[in-house]
Nanobody, 122 residues
């Protein structure tokens, strides 16, 4: 089992930036795909970005492409999400998760962190 802990959320004005971190512990995560998801009040959890731990290939939701960057530091077992040009519609609880599948579906991810709140004011 992999334990995931997110951090870095907060309140930021529109146009600002934040960097989220997801620290992994427990089982090795080198065989995993790791992803970021978000969930706004009253909405379903949605895919944001994913990264394949070995090789580092990435994939983004259209809504964040060009503004968000996913990365990982293998030495620290930590994944990041750099969020630039933030918009009020980016406001949500952001979660990191792991999968053994190359998928964007939340049901395809089995280990989840507790989430970190990101609020973007207009």
């Amino acid at each position: 089992q992999v334990q995931l802990v997110e951090s870095g959320g907060g309140l930021v004005q529109a146009g600002g930036s934040l960097r989220l971190s997801c620290a992994a512990s427990g089982r090795t995560i080198s065989s995993y795909v790791m992803g970021w998801f978000r969930q706004a009040p009253g909405k379903e959890r949605e895919f944001v970005a994913r990264i394949v731990w070995i090789g580092g290939s990435t994939y983004y939701a259209d809504s964040v492409k060009g503004r968000f960057t996913i990365s990982r530091d293998s030495a620290k077992n930590t994944m990041y999400l750099r969020m630039n040009s933030l918009k009020p519609e980016d406001t949500a609880v952001y979660y990191c998760a792991t999968s053994v599948l190359l998928t964007t579906a939340p049901k395809g991810f089995n280990n989840w962190g507790q989430g970190t709140q990101v609020t973007v004011s207009s």
